[in-house]
Nanobody
Framework: QVQLVESGGGLVQAGGPLTLSCAAS????????MGWFRQAPGKLREFVAA????????YYADSVKGRFTISRDTATTATDLRMSSLRSEDTAVYYC?????????????????????WGKGTLVTVSS
């Protein structure tokens, strides 16, 4: 059973950077697309970013475009989310997720949240 574990969350000042990492264990994720989602207090979980299984294509929510960068190590399937120019509204629990790439859907379909595996999340708090 694949397990995803996020790390790197914490307290950061507004305008600052932070990098989240996601490590997988218990199986290979080489055929999977990877993504990041977040859930702010009192709000529904929302899509943040996605990356194709070969790491070439990426897709971002409009709210983070230009500020966040998703990347992956295709050898280890570790996935990072580099965040910059953080805002108070970025405060949330961030979740790493993976979905099998069936070749049917475009990468932006990952925004639907229909994922095969989820991590337990890491909290990011941005102080203003």
């Amino acid at each position: 059973q694949v397990q995803l574990v996020e790390s790197g969350g914490g307290l950061v000042q507004a305008g600052g950077p932070l990098t989240l990492s996601c490590a997988a264990s218990g199986g290979s994720l080489t055929g999977y697309r990877m993504g990041w989602f977040r859930q702010a207090p009192g709000k529904l979980r929302e899509f943040v970013a996605a990356i194709s299984r070969n790491g070439v294509d990426t897709y971002y929510a409009d709210s983070v475009k230009g500020r966040f960068t998703i990347s992956r190590d295709t050898a280890t399937t570790a996935t990072d989310l580099r965040m910059s120019s953080l805002r108070s509204e970025d405060t949330a629990v961030y979740y790493c997720a993976a979905v099998w790439d069936s070749g049917v859907y475009a990468l932006n379909h990952m925004a639907s949240g229909e994922m095969d595996y989820w991590g337990k999340g890491t909290l990011v708090t941005v102080s203003s």
